[in-house]
């Protein structure tokens, strides 16, 4: 049986977290399209928000190429992306992929692309502050900045157009142009920690005992000074998962299975959130249940 525990249910556009563990289904969560600063077509549900202003603010999400497919030149960020394939393959160079199943690690500050996706594609992204601290900028004042630019300028194919005080015409990456009109400064990179996106392999991983009963783990990759961890975990059918002990943020990204959490049951693309040390919190497998499991970083 579970211990008594309250449970924060989080739909679209939530902004504030009220209590610790949070939930999100995809089933309850609306889907929008990303802005237009990119070429082609993608729609996301957004399962779970960090806090903006942290250098632990994230966005968990789904994405599906919807048709045409999707584009980006070569960019790179100021915040760390995880990506899981859940269908599809993902490319994230001209000559190189993720097929699903698989794992990768864009760190932050570390160039890639063009990309150039195919429709129907879908996958898992978390996107988090990196190790340098800088966090991450919310979803929601990214696109209120989009618009605004978008009335003295054009995005085109990844790219903000606009003239400059000299009448003269500019185009800078359309990720820069919002960070910069958003935080009021220039975005500075900080050093890059890795030369490429890391790409992981999770079928060739073994699982290994979590030291729960009927509890599996396989972490895949830990990175950086600050230890964000990436991995799998699987439960047997009535096995409980103890969270939310790490000294960092625990996400969970459910692939298959059923589980109870708080008296209440989660099937698959459910987000789970665990602040740090919230634990133990007990999540109970009804049948086998398999999760994708995210440590932040620990600052």
């Known amino acids: 049986?579970?211990?008594?525990?309250?449970?924060?249910?989080?739909?679209?556009?939530?902004?504030?977290?009220?209590?610790?563990?949070?939930?999100?289904?995809?089933?309850?969560?609306g889907s929008e399209q990303v802005g237009s600063m990119r070429e082609g077509k993608l729609d996301q549900k957004h399962l779970l928000f960090g806090v903006d202003g942290s250098p632990n603010n994230y966005d968990l999400n789904l994405g599906v190429t919807g048709s045409g497919g999707w584009r980006t030149p070569r960019h790179r960020h100021n915040f760390?992306?995880?990506?899981?394939?859940?269908?599809?393959?993902?490319?994230?160079?001209?000559?190189?992929?993720?097929?699903?199943?698989?794992?990768?690690?864009?760190?932050?500050?570390?160039?890639?692309?063009?990309?150039?996706?195919?429709?129907?594609?879908?996958?898992?992204?978390?996107?988090?502050?990196?190790?340098?601290?800088?966090?991450?900028?919310?979803?929601a004042l990214r696109?209120?900045?989009?618009?605004?630019?978008?009335t003295v300028g054009e995005f085109r194919k990844g790219l903000y157009h606009y003239t400059d005080e000299q009448g003269v015409e500019q185009a800078v990456d359309g990720s820069l142009a919002i960070f910069e009109r958003a935080m009021g400064h220039a975005l500075e990179f900080a050093e890059p920690r890795y030369t490429d996106v890391i790409a992981m392999n999770p079928p060739a991983f073994a699982w290994l005992e979590q030291g729960d009963a009927g509890v599996q783990e396989k972490w895949v990759g830990t990175f950086t000074e600050r230890n964000l961890k990436l991995g799998f975990l699987r439960l047997d059918a009535g096995a409980v998962?103890?969270?939310?002990?790490?000294?960092?943020?625990?996400?969970?990204?459910?692939?298959?299975?059923?589980?109870?959490?708080?008296?209440?049951k989660y099937g698959p693309q459910s987000g789970y959130e665990f602040v740090a040390n919230e634990g133990p919190v007990p999540l109970e497998a009804l049948e086998p249940t398999e999760f994708f499991r995210a440590v932040l970083h620990t600052f």
């Open 143 to 150: 696109e209120a900045v989009n618009a605004e630019l978008a």
């Open 241 to 264: 998962y103890q969270a939310g002990l790490y000294p960092s943020i625990e996400i969970l990204f459910q692939i298959t299975g059923q589980v109870t959490a708080g008296g209440s």
């Open 1 to 29: 049986m579970l211990a008594p525990m309250t449970v924060t249910a989080v739909g679209q556009g939530a902004t504030a977290r009220e209590r610790d563990m949070r939930v999100s289904t995809a089933a309850e969560t």
């Open 80 to 139: 760390d992306q995880i990506r899981y394939v859940i269908e599809g393959t993902l490319p994230y160079s001209e000559t190189e992929s993720l097929p699903q199943g698989w794992v990768g690690y864009f760190p932050e500050s570390v160039y890639y692309g063009p990309q150039e996706r195919s429709e129907g594609l879908r996958t898992m992204v978390l996107q988090c502050g990196g190790a340098s601290g800088q966090g991450y900028l919310s979803v």
